[in-house]
């Protein structure tokens, strides 16, 4: 089983920053699966950022050049650094982990006034 706890969002203005944060706990597993999608209404599902096989990251096209995808293994955390924000980035943003099985965390909304 594993657990992921998000953590960071809230309400920030256009040209803002907020840092996401996702606690990993439970089996043991290398938190470099750990990825961020997120969710807008009305929207699909969408992958924002992932740590690549070679310790890279991939980025949505929409967010690349803004947000950057960390981690702390000592803390078995990873993290998403969002900067200079639009309201388009206004959605419920969610940590996941395939480990055998697809596991979510419950998602943190991030919402962007114009």
């Known amino acids: 089983q594993v657990q992921l706890v998000e953590s960071g969002g809230g309400l920030v203005q256009a040209g803002g920053s907020l840092r996401l944060s996702c606690a990993a706990s439970?089996?043991?597993?290398?938190?470099?699966?750990i990825d961020w999608y997120r969710q807008a209404p009305g929207k699909q599902r969408e992958l924002v950022a992932e740590?690549?096989?070679?310790?890279?990251?991939n980025y949505a096209d929409s967010v690349k050049g803004r947000f950057a995808i960390s981690r702390d293994n000592a803390k078995n955390t990873v993290y998403l650094q969002m900067n200079s924000l639009k309201p388009e980035d206004t959605a419920v943003y969610y940590c996941?982990?395939?480990?055998?099985?697809?596991?979510w965390g419950q998602g943190t909304q991030v919402t962007v006034s114009s």
């Open positions: 439970g089996s043991t597993f290398s938190i470099n699966a």
């Open positions: 740590f690549t096989r070679d310790g890279s990251a």
């Open positions: 996941h982990a395939l480990v055998r099985i697809n596991y």
